[in-house]
Structure formats: C-alpha cells, structure tokens
C-alpha cells in the first residue's frame, strides 16, 4: 500500500446544510481531499488548530486523556479506503503491548489526530480518485497560505459553492 502524507487544510462550516467541511491538503501538490464531517468534529478540529481551550473536556480530549492514562500513543492516521461515498480510515496506537490498529470514520480518527500531533496519510488510490485542484496561495506549492488562511478559505468556500457531485466521480 502507498500512501501519500497530508495536512488539515482549511476547515469550513455549511450553515445551510448544518455540516463541516474539512480539507486534507497534500503539502506538495496543489490538490485537497474535502471531506464532508459531522459539525462537532468539525468544531472539535477547528478549536484544536486554533489552540481554543474549553472549559470541560469534549470527547475528543477525553479519548485523548483516556489514552495518554493508558499510556498509549496515536502515531498516525490513515485514510485508506472510499467506496460508495464515504471515507474509511484506521487510526495507529503504539501501546505497551505493541502496535494496534483501530478502525474509525476519517471525522473522528482527524479530530484525535490534531490533538496527537500524529501524521495523517491517504492512500495513494483514495489521493488519485478524490483529490481536486486547488490553489492555496500565491506560491509554486502554496507556501503563502496558511491552513487556516482566510484568503484561502473564502476561495476554497467559492469552489465548494460551485462544486457538483459529478466533480468527484472517478
């Protein structure tokens, strides 16, 4: 299996459709796996990358305590499957008693990531079949543009506005 390193992109919110958009960036090219997400994930993701601290532990932050208890370590991430619509993805544990792999929706295992610090991986074949053009700065490879780059979300939310579902078909 191949995979290919990402980052989180830009992460955007749909108020008419109440969902989350979050973007998986390949830091070389110019090409981003959006991913359609719960709203809490989404939010859960977005306060993890702006450093938002809550006053009580979401869920996320609870499995991220309930495992550093464990003294277990999410390492990477890897999205590794898409069929019929949706992503599938396996989160990696390095525990005492070896390594594990947990099965999880891409949302969820993502939302874990960011606060591990872990590096998220796509399949070569998932990268090929989903992943669109997109520009996110003015550089060869998009250096000028931060992930949570204004400028580069309004024109990634342009994009998702004109997007259609035959976009994405292999």
């Not at 299996?1 to 990402?6: A, P, Q, V």
């Not at 960011?114 to 669109?132: H, N």
Request: no cysteine.
């Amino acid at each position: 299996m191949k995979l290919r390193k990402m980052v989180v992109g830009p992460v955007l919110f749909d108020q008419a459709s109440g969902h989350g958009i979050i973007t998986l960036k390949d830091p070389v090219e110019n090409r981003v796996i959006p991913m359609v997400t719960g709203l809490w994930e989404t939010f859960s993701i977005m306060n993890e990358l702006n450093r938002i601290t809550t006053a009580r532990p979401n869920t996320y932050e609870m499995v991220s305590n309930l495992l550093d208890a464990l003294d277990a370590r999410v390492t990477d991430v890897i999205v590794d499957k898409f069929s019929d619509d949706v992503y599938f993805a396996r989160i990696i544990l390095v525990t005492p008693s070896g390594k594990k792999f947990v099965d999880a929706r891409p949302s969820n295992a993502l939302a874990v990531a960011v606060r591990a610090g872990a590096q998220i991986w796509v399949e070569e074949s998932v990268f090929q079949g989903q992943a669109v053009p997109f520009d996110l700065g003015d550089g060869p490879s998009g250096e000028d543009a931060a992930p949570n780059d204004e400028g580069a979300t309004d024109q990634l939310h342009d994009w998702l506005e004109s997007v259609t579902p035959d976009d994405f078909a292999p």
